[in-house]
């Protein structure tokens, strides 16, 4: 399961995985100055066999090497027109990624290092090369497809090109407003964590002890703290802008003083320096958000209720002048986005079990009270929701489902646009198929004769 799990965190970001293949490694094909290797192919193979928990089709195999050769395309021709992914971008992305592996080992760096024989640096830096070419594949894919757009003549006639038994089925779905306010620590907790920090630095400065030690014991950075606060090779970019004023000011070995960010205290080792490349530990002491801190914003947020109820603000004024700036929807006026669909809309089931309760039996047009809830970094907000309307079941139309009959004319168009681009690509592509695959019919595509 753990494997299973692993394999699709990562494969969804490559066409490859760094784990040990079960297979003698061979060339299935040459795209351009790309090699698509036979372990790539078996990789993509279990992983769909293990999803579909059944008899895979006698030619997948061909399928999924057809698929990985049009990645392989866009990252050739990306390479080709010199589009540029960052060091600093594919860290971030490998950081994202082994972090989600480790919280489902419950964090045991010790068991993801026994399951696969490797430290984590060893496992990053196999898989670091795959991901960059990923990256690419999607940078190149996006700037191809980016001028795609749909008329709603365009939208009309290709929802009456799907047959009436085909149209899909939409259950009951709400639209969303929501305000949220971050509740603040006191300047008291701020000026006790401070203190606290400053002590810890002088028994690392004049007494001697261990940062590594004192980072793993104390350090509100959990993920860092396992490994003494260790935040390993870094560009610029990648930390928030007031951790690194204070790295760039240091030299190799160097404590900084201490110093606030929006997570907290911290204080800095520089442990070595890379010309622009940084390899830093840190000790993070967050303020502690008192009751009385949270009291307080959830009586803010319910008197910013009262006035919209109360007709002295509207709720898109309200959310404006008072909700919290770093929220996704105060950029969308309130609305809530669906991160399945994109849209603004949910069904019942897709909700949060906090905000289903909330509008479960609202009217259209009400305000909840406002209720609590955590980020994924786990710092309490608050926030009200409006309930700005709701569908009963229905057959897709275009009066109730523009949008997502828009979106699903994009994606078909973009399909039809990339299937062309990926035509005409491999006319000026040097390609050869090898082995077994040249008896692949998709793949006879990949070796017609160039003009």
Request: with cysteine; glycine share 6%; proline share 4%.
């Amino acid at each position: 399961m753990i494997r299973t799990f692993i394999i699709a965190v990562l494969v969804c970001a490559a066409t490859t995985g760094f784990a040990q293949k079960a297979v003698i490694d061979k060339v299935v094909s040459l795209v351009g100055g790309e090699l698509v290797l036979l372990s790539e192919v078996e990789e993509q193979y279990a992983l769909l066999k293990s999803r579909e928990q059944g008899e895979m089709p006698p030619d997948a195999r061909c399928y999924i090497a057809d698929q990985i050769m049009s990645s392989k395309l866009l990252v050739n021709q990306a390479k080709l027109d010199s589009i540029e992914v960052s060091d600093a971008e594919v860290e971030s992305q490998l950081d994202a990624r082994f972090e989600q592996i480790l919280q489902y080992m419950n964090g045991d760096v010790k068991q993801f290092e026994e399951y696969y024989g490797q430290t984590i640096p060893e496992v990053k830096a196999a898989f670091r090369e795959d991901l960059k070419n990923q990256l690419l594949a999607e940078r190149m894919r996006s700037q191809i497809m980016a001028d795609i757009t749909v008329t709603p003549k365009e939208v009309k006639t290709f929802y009456a090109q799907i047959p009436v038994d085909s149209l899909p089925y939409f259950n009951a779905e709400v639209e969303i407003g929501e305000i949220v306010i971050k509740p603040v620590v006191s300047e008291a907790a701020k000026k006790k964590a401070q203190d606290e920090l400053i002590e810890l630095r002088r028994r690392i400065t004049q007494d001697g002890e261990d940062f590594a030690e004192l980072a793993s014991k104390n350090s509100d950075d959990f993920g860092s703290a396992r490994i003494g606060g260790d935040l390993g090779w870094a560009t610029r970019g990648k930390f928030v802008p007031e951790f690194e004023a204070a790295a760039y000011k240091l030299d190799a070995g160097e404590i900084s003083p201490v110093f606030e960010s929006p997570f907290g205290f911290h204080v800095l080792q520089l442990m070595e320096r890379r010309g622009n490349r940084i390899k830093t530990r840190h000790i993070l002491i967050r303020p502690e958000m008192t009751q009385a801190d949270l009291d307080l914003a959830e009586n803010r947020l319910d008197s910013v209720r009262m006035l919209i109820l109360n007709d002295s603000i509207g709720f898109s004024q309200a959310m404006k002048k008072y909700g919290y700036e770093e929220t996704q929807s105060y950029n969308n006026d309130g609305r809530m986005v669906n991160p399945n669909t994109g849209d603004t809309f949910f069904e019942i089931g897709d909700l949060d079990p906090d905000i289903y309760f909330a509008v479960d039996t609202m009217e259209v047009g009400d305000i909840s009270a406002p209720f609590a809830f955590q980020d994924q970094g786990g710092d309490p907000y608050f926030r009200i929701v409006k309930l700005r309307a709701r569908t009963v079941p229905h057959k897709a139309n275009l009066k109730e489902d523009y949008n997502k009959i828009k979106n699903a004319a994009i994606q078909s168009k973009q399909s039809e646009y990339i299937a062309e681009w990926v035509e005409r690509t491999i006319n000026s592509t040097y390609v050869q198929v090898e082995g077994e695959f040249q008896t692949c019919e998709i793949l006879d595509k990949w070796e017609k004769e160039k003009p």
